[in-house]
């Protein structure tokens, strides 16, 4: 029998301790969802943060860093494009807030 897969998208400006929760929230859930998170050229300091969390976990989750701010709904669609030419195998994507647990 096949799992459903499912993909959560969010964006990531200067709140990285909201992205990491909510990657927590969902790998706690099912550690086979992937998750995308774009980053919308937050500080130095945050990007950081982010990527010494991410490049801990499995390969189900992907940063995406721009180089500029391309706001909140581009951000989205730049990761929906990523999972839908990349995540074949997604059955649902799952699009919104990084805040939401």
Sequence with gaps: MNKTRICF???N????????AYIKSILD??????????????????KMALREYTERLNPNVT???NEVNVGYFEGLNIGIRYAR?????????????????
């Design 9 to 11: 998208i969010a964006t």
């Design 13 to 20: 400006f200067n709140n990285s301790h909201h992205s990491i």
């Design 29 to 46: 859930m099912d550690s086979l969802c992937s998750i995308v998170i774009i980053d919308n050229d937050s500080s130095d300091k945050d």
């Design 63 to 65: 940063v995406i860093y």
């Design 85 to 101: 030419k990349t995540l074949s195998s997604v059955d649902y994507y799952v699009v919104g807030n990084n805040d939401l647990l």
